[in-house]
């Protein structure tokens, strides 16, 4: 989400210099005065934000983890003593395995043709990437059904041939796959546009081939952003409900995710059970926010030491 | 860009690169969004007008597109607020607060459209307040708005933050020296600059809520010509085997969310024109 924009280091540049006209460094209280609002406003807006995002955001999540113990520590472990629950983490898992490497691959992959080469049709390109962003989930899912379905393009095919792929394990994971396509690329991309070719050049000149550039001087200008990529598209993977929804079936055991077996305890007034198991998901999007922050934090410490050693040398 | 080249590069991969890129999206998105498009030529006009103007689907607009509209002005308003408060003041906690922001992007939409629905049902910790009031929180129009709400809510932050933090401080302490207030400032000076960003954020929370499904059918309640939202009348097509009604509704939203993320190109062109020209 960060915006490489070379125009505002220009623009910051500029600005110090026309304040640097002013005596000394006086502007700064004093401007710092200027832009502070009144303590009683601070105070108010302080309050909606906390209110707001408490009711909105805390109180959602307080009440996963109050419903799930509503019956006590030993009815909460109980929900996952279960076969049906045990089949869906585990599908969960199968999904997220095979949908996270091969997004992984290809945003790798398109990110080093979008950034490292200049082609006619580049922007169409990175618009198409994009493309699964803007469907809905329910869409999503929509379209395997008209490919796959009993009634679909390749629905008789298939069924003369037995393969089952909707109401199955493989369309759940085509369908996780789609909603999942853009994160790594969309990540990578306007990173590596950023970073250039220069370095991979000079690697080239002193007699790298293409694998060790890749892997020793790409492959680490670009590692924390690929993890920040792997995190969101895990994140989704795993959580996936709408499109999951449309082509799995819900069939207990077999073709539930934990989303959908959440659902089905939930529909079936198993409260206790569904929040047991919404806790888990709640869990991993609790640590994927943790990770996040942290990649944010090392990226933002990264920069800081760079622009530092940037002014060292000047 | 920083640098211009040539179109012959010396750096080697762009065959392998391409090639693949090309043939995995052609696989994953591609042939199977072409299979939407063939399934929707196959539909006669007639037979698309008569599913997507039935009244049970024109309701489930309405309460979709409605819905919608008012959880991204919601939206809008409080996370100018609340994009504010993160960029300007500092408060304790306010790193981990900064970081939930994102919770609605991260927490599945099944387990948020159970704890809502948990929250605001008549016995829930806030329906237990309202109901007594005469306000019924889950399963109802409002239950909708409020899911819809709850997973719009980072898109305005997170669009507003990077505007807020490129404001102009110069600006600012001019127009307090020619003598504004703060108030006047912020409407006069802020809001106008940041007000493309706004609108962006606001429009993508909507686009968001539009398509929502996971997130809502717990707390809808799922009441014909109430409380039916437009994903779940494609679902209940889709479980009828009615390829063709689902399809029809189908385009008619794809459409729809298209139409708005030209709308958010525009917006997001004319926010980077106004940032470059501050």
Known sequence: ?314 | MAFTFKKRSVLPGFGLTMGYTILYMSLVVMIPLSALVAKTMTVSWSQFWETVTDPRVVASYKITFGASAIAALVNGFFGLIVAWTLVRYSFPGKKIVDAMVDLPFALPTAVSGIALAALYAPSGWLGRWLDPLGIKGAYSPLGVTLALTFIGLPFVVRTLQPALEDLDAEVEDAAASLGATRLQTFWRVILPTVFPALLTGTTLAFARALGEYGSVVFIAGNVQYSTEITSLLIISKLEQYDYTGATSIAVVMLVSSFLLLLLINILQRWSGRRHSGA
Not at chain 1, 126 to 135: E, K, R
Not at chain 1, 230 to 241: D, H, K, Q, S
Not at chain 1, 244 to 257: D, L, P, Q
Not at chain 1, 305 to 313: D, P
């Open chain 1, 1 to 314: 989400m960060s915006n490489p924009t070379p125009t505002i280091p220009a623009a910051a540049a500029t600005a110090a210099s026309s304040s640097g006209g002013a005596p000394g460094r006086t502007a700064g209280p004093a401007s710092r005065h200027a832009r502070r609002d009144p303590w009683w406003v601070r105070a108010t807006l302080i309050t909606i934000t906390l209110l707001f995002l408490g009711l909105f955001l805390a109180l959602p999540l307080a009440s996963v983890m109050a419903e799930a113990l509503r019956k006590g520590v030993g009815a909460y472990f109980a929900s996952f003593n279960d076969s049906a629950a045990l089949s869906a983490i585990y599908l969960t898992l199968i999904s997220a395995a095979l949908s996270v490497p091969t997004n992984l691959v290809f945003g790798v992959a398109a990110a080093w043709a979008i950034a490292k080469f200049e082609f006619t049709g580049k922007s169409l390109l990175i618009s198409l990437i994009d493309l699964p962003f803007a469907i809905s989930p329910v869409i999503s899912g929509l379209i395997f059904v008209l490919l796959f379905g009993l009634q679909g393009w390749m629905g008789p095919w298939l069924r003369e041939h037995d393969i089952k792929i909707i109401f199955a394990v493989p369309g759940i994971v085509l369908a996780t796959v789609f909603v999942t396509f853009p994160f790594v690329a969309r990540e990578l991309i306007p990173l590596m546009q950023e970073q250039g070719t220069d370095e991979e050049q000079a690697a080239l000149v002193l007699g790298a081939n293409g694998w060790q550039t890749f892997w020793h001087v790409t492959l680490p200008n670009i590692r924390w952003a690929l993890l920040y990529g792997v995190i969101l598209c895990n994140a989704r993977a795993m959580g996936e409900f709408g499109a999951v929804s449309v082509v799995s079936g819900h069939i207990r055991g077999r073709t539930n995710t934990l989303p959908l077996h959440v659902e089905i305890l939930y529909n079936e007034y198993n409260f206790v059970a569904a929040f047991a198991t919404a806790s888990l998901l709640a869990g991993l999007a609790i640590l994927t926010l943790v990770a996040k922050s942290a990649v944010e934090w090392q990226v933002a410490r990264r920069r800081k030491a760079s622009a530092a050693e940037n002014a060292a040398e000047h």
